[in-house]
């Protein structure tokens, strides 16, 4: 099946993370059988939606695998020329939510999956959807826990996150955190009869300022992302209901993304001795820490043979770091082979008029399918 037909289909089911992907999944699920891989559906804990994982070939031997998330981010608020949901050609010009990011690069695994169709391969090409990146990552770790019964470790993984088809070795880690100060209500004309909870919070956040500052004047540095050093930062707060009333909560989200060799826990540690220190000294009566999300660094691999292999049949040089985070840390994390290699440009990505070139599909089939000739025997 051709890759701009499969994207077409891609593109109208608008899977969007946090809800069900039932409807995604039976999709490339229907497109995978046809292809005659081996298909495992992988129900996650939610219970309404899941990863899927297929492999071609012989699944024992060591091969390649290709991964990609289902989910896309909403387009609301967003001023689309034409329906995000339908595939749209306009001026050379594919569009569409997700075609950049990635729903492109998903099209291009399936339509390698269908060329491979009843071919013999001596190793196994491996096709990995996750669900849920889009909120912090939270599907694929499922996935990979399950690895080790579904397959021999993969030689290396390929995750198709847009870029230009470079291969790309580094990525910063993240953690992202809600911290959430209660205090006591109170009549704003009597406050010492209440515990106002925006102050620590404010604290908190001043806190945060300094301790970014911190890591860009003495913490650790990387010369390959922009900016070189570790960031953490206040993005969200939210307290109080009237003017007239001592507020008894207020919550700060706080987001760290640090280099690899830097611990992005460790800083985030320092921000939770600050919560709680504010604790002790009676400023809150409790301090409720919340996980939002988090992913490892991706370092480049010890080995370079994944790396010289994809600059090789891609024909791009290999692309130190990006500044956006990926799944490919944590395919890492678990001692796996990772890069980063995709179809179409992050800066195209999250944002209205999103969209992806015909010639960039090609160009990604062409490399999945120089991939799979490595596995032929
Ligand atoms: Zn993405």
Redesign the pocket.
């Known amino acids: 099946m051709h890759v701009t037909d499969i994207l077409s289909e891609l593109i109208a089911i608008p899977d969007l993370p946090g809800q069900s992907n039932a409807a995604m999944g039976a999709c490339i699920g229907k497109h995978l059988d046809n292809a005659g891989a081996t298909v495992t559906l992988l129900p996650g804990p939610e219970g309404d939606r899941g990863n899927i994982f297929a492999t071609l070939g012989p699944a024992d031997e060591r091969g390649y695998l290709l991964s990609g ?1 289902m989910d896309v981010v909403p387009v609301e608020g967003q001023d689309w020329t034409s329906d995000p949901f339908s595939l749209t050609a306009r001026d050379g010009k594919l569009y569409g939510r997700g075609t950049s ?2 729903k492109g690069f998903l099209a291009s695994m399936l339509a390698t999956a269908y060329a491979l169709k009843d071919k013999p391969l001596r190793q196994p090409l491996h096709f990995a959807f996750s669900y849920d ?2 909120i912090g990552c939270r599907g694929v770790p499922h996935m990979i826990t399950e690895m080790p019964r579904l397959c021999a470790p993969p030689l290396g993984c390929i995750i198709g ?1 847009p870029s230009d088809m470079h291969p790309v070795l580094s990525h910063k880690g993240k953690r992202a955190v809600s911290f959430t100060f209660k205090g006591r209500a109170a009549h704003s004309s009597t406050p010492d009869a209440g515990l106002n909870a925006l102050y620590p919070a404010a604290d908190l956040a001043l806190f945060v300022r300094g301790l970014n500052l911190e890591l860009a004047q003495s913490g650790a540095k990387d010369d390959r992302f922009d900016p070189p050093h570790s960031t953490v930062v206040a993005s969200v707060i939210t307290g109080g209901t009237a003017v007239n009333i001592i507020p008894d909560g207020c919550t700060v989200q706080i987001e760290c993304r640090a280099v690899p060799g830097q611990d992005a826990d460790a800083i985030i540690d320092r921000v939770l001795q600050f919560a709680r220190a504010a604790q002790r000294s009676g400023a809150a009566d409790a301090v409720e820490v919340t996980d939002l999300s988090s992913y490892p660094a991706l370092t480049p691999p010890d080995d370079p043979a994944l790396e010289s292999m994809m600059s090789e049949l891609t024909g791009h040089p290999v692309q130190q770091a990006v500044s956006f985070g ?1 799944e490919a840390g944590l395919f890492q994390a678990a001692g796996h082979a990772a890069l980063i290699c995709g179809p179409g440009s992050m800066s195209r ?1 999250h944002r209205a008029d999103e969209y992806i070139t015909q010639s960039e599909l090609d160009a990604c089939c062409k490399v999945l399918g120089l991939l799979a000739d490595q596995l032929r025997p």
């Open positions: 998330h990011d990635m990146e889009e996150e990926t990505a």
